[in-house]
């Protein structure tokens, strides 16, 4: 088992960042990958961001050029700090972590808002 524990949601205004962080314990495994997908209600789950245990990073085109997603393998944690961020980011975001399982968090809400 994996377990995953969020922090770093909130209330933001727009243009604003915020910096989530995803830490991993349990079972780890020496090659992972970990990531990020946010949903609104009524709207289809998206991958935001993820990362691979060699640092490769994707992203979806929505939030290429403001969001970084970044970890620190020695203490299995994984970051993604969001700039300039837009109503549209408005979400709960919820982290992952893939080996040959799946895990995930308990989600966070990002609520970007004037």
């Known amino acids: 088992q994996v377990q995953l524990v969020e922090s770093g949601g909130g209330l933001v205004q727009p243009g604003g960042s915020l910096r989530l962080s995803c830490a991993a314990s349990?079972?780890?495994?020496?090659?992972?990958?970990m990531g990020w997908y946010r949903q609104t209600p009524g709207k289809q789950r998206e991958l935001v961001a993820d990362i691979t245990s060699g640092g490769i990073p994707n992203y979806a085109d929505s939030v290429k050029g403001r969001f970084t997603i970044s970890r620190d393998n020695a203490k299995n944690t994984e970051y993604l700090q969001m700039n300039s961020l837009k109503p549209e980011d408005t979400a709960v975001y919820s982290c992952?972590?893939?080996?040959?399982?799946?895990?995930w968090g308990q989600g966070t809400q990002v609520t970007v808002s004037s």
């Open positions: 992952y972590y893939w080996d040959v399982r799946v895990y």
């Open positions: 349990g079972s780890i495994s020496s090659i992972y990958t």
